[in-house]
């Protein structure tokens, strides 16, 4: 267990304290608008009783003491082992930030960035400990999607990159590695094509915004739930990937040859999926439909989890049956 400092704490930040507290750390929340870093604080406190109730945590109150408020960044800093960076998506800002915590984080502590696009080169270039610098980008609430992107810079350290992935899987989460710098690294690539294809559909009229949704929530997604798509198309096939592709690459190279152009992300073509969803969710119901969505997320983390030990336990017998 360590002292994991949280800097800025939005729902990002607010996602990053329960992941620490709940695993054990001790966690320092701090942002430069006292007021918010105090609702943070509530906040965290009423999302461990809900992960309470849905078995997902332990004693709440218990977790919530692990959880203290500081008051300048100096004493967020003071002694932690792990640093997580929770600021707006601008680059300036995280410059001038990243060389805050350099000066005043132990030398020993990684400096890690939740940003969702923006490389760890252009936020530590100018910083004397860039070595011990990175993006760890969670997926939103971090204590109910443990997927973490870890991407360093092309001088982070290999062993920063190491104790962060050893610090991520100790803490709950599931790290994946982007081996070399990338625009929105993977995740969001991935969910960007989806989105691209999803907004050409919908512009073009080929289905309405709610069907376009079902299909994804009640087909794709149901695998995707757990597996990936590579395992996806392995088991989709009697030969397996290599089958799959030799069966299906004429059909989707000439869907990819029909996916150049570039889609509206505003104007008439946004408005029309904006009323499609205002009829489905009048705008004053989306933060209640934000709760429902989490507490969904729960219900499948819980049934994920449990299907996990189970096979983890039917492993282990058939090892032990062949030994």
Not at 26 to 38: L, N
Not at 267 to 296: K, M, Y
């Amino acid at each position: 267990m360590g002292i994991a400092a949280i800097i800025g704490c939005g729902l990002i930040g607010q996602g990053w304290a329960i992941v620490f507290a709940r695993a054990g750390w001790s966690v320092r929340m701090y942002d430069s608008d006292p007021a918010k870093a105090g609702e943070g604080r509530m906040l965290v406190a009423r999302q461990l009783r809900t992960l309470r109730d849905h078995g997902l945590s332990g004693d709440p109150d218990a977790i919530l003491a692990r959880v203290a408020l500081a008051d300048t960044l100096e004493t967020a800093l003071a002694g932690v082992d792990y640093v997580q960076e929770n600021s707006p998506e601008d680059l300036a800002v995280k410059q001038a930030l990243f060389a805050q915590l350099d000066a005043l984080a132990p030398a020993t502590a990684i400096l890690a960035s939740s940003t969702s696009s923006i490389r760890a080169s252009l936020f530590s270039r100018e910083v004397p400990g860039q070595a011990r610098c990175l993006v760890a980008h969670p997926v939103n609430p971090p204590y109910l999607v443990p997927v973490v992107e870890v991407c360093g810079a092309p001088w982070t350290a290999p062993e920063t990159i190491a104790h962060c992935v050893a610090i991520m899987r100790e803490v709950g989460q599931k790290p994946v590695v982007v081996r070399r710098e990338i625009e929105g690294f993977i995740l969001n690539r991935l969910q960007g094509a989806l989105l691209q294809e999803a907004l050409r559909l919908a512009e073009a009229g080929y289905a309405s915004v709610e069907d376009i949704d079902a299909t994804v929530k009640d087909g794709l997604g149901l695998r995707w739930a757990f597996m990936g798509p590579f395992e996806t198309i392995d088991l989709n096939a009697p030969g397996g990937i290599a089958d799959y592709c030799a069966r299906y690459n004429g059909m989707y190279r000439s869907i990819g040859a029909s996916q150049t152009g570039e889609p509206a992300w505003q104007g008439p073509a946004v408005q029309d999926l904006e009323a499609q969803r205002r009829e489905h969710l009048p705008a004053a119901d989306l933060h209640a439909r934000r709760f429902w969505r989490d507490e969904r997320l729960m219900q499948l983390l819980r049934h994920k989890q449990e299907a996990e030990r189970k096979e983890g336990e039917e492993r282990k017998e058939c090892k032990e049956r062949g030994a």
